[in-house]
């Protein structure tokens, strides 16, 4: 009896072979890829950290105030922990979605080819509406961080009498290494889409972590070591 070769091993079999070729591409000529990437992040850091701004300069502070490692509180390797385990959460969620779009841009497309008639229909319209699934959802963590981080900026300017915008200052050492790093998915995922390569999703993906990873321990390091003593200094205390 002849063997019958699935449509789903041959889309496996050429997103596999895309994600090869385009790590090879990139292997070749990484500057323009990770200038790119790293261009989208820091705009999209950039615009969070002005969100965060709005949000703390109309937010009423917390009279119950925060516990702030080095400031407030011993700064201890747990706390470490508790910083990069919080950052991974949302590096995944930021790295799911650069590989949904993979698989809806992508691999969706080719395993519809098997089918006609209304299956067909269905799988042609679960790649846009699986896109814009992680465009909404990505969107709401996006607004939610703002507004998390936004309140807890608020109670801290009260709680240390100082500006929002000193505060903000204080958290660069890690919030710009740590923001960048965190976005790095989402602008791969920005750059692609707009230029039609869901193709290349997969490797994103692999390389993006891959990066944002040790720059997610570094930046939570410099968060409980670090940024306290520069945020207290411009605090004058």
Known sequence: MPMVMRVDDLALVQGLHDTRSTLEGWNRHPGPVLRGW????????????VAV??????AAPDASGLLLPGINAPATAHDVAVVVFRNS?????????????????????????RYSGAWR?????AGPLAIGFVVGATSFS????????????????AQLHVSTATLLLGLTPHAVPELTALFLPLAAWIIASRRGHWHELLA???????IAAPVLVFSALVEV????????????M
């Open 204 to 210: 994103a993906t692999l390389v993006t972590v891959g």
């Open 89 to 113: 959460l949302v590096l995944a969620l930021h790295g799911f979605a650069c590989l949904a779009g993979f698989i809806a841009g992508s691999s969706l497309p080719l395993s519809a080819e």
């Open 121 to 125: 229909s269905i799988h042609d319209r």
């Open 38 to 49: 790293l261009a989208g992040s820091l705009a999209i850091a950039a615009g969070l950290l």
């Open 225 to 236: 070591y670090v940024s306290p003593h520069w945020l207290a200094w411009l605090a004058g």
């Open 53 to 58: 701004w709005i949000v703390a300069t109309v």
């Open 142 to 157: 996006l607004l939610t961080q703002a507004y998390v981080l936004g309140s807890a900026a608020a109670t801290l300017s």
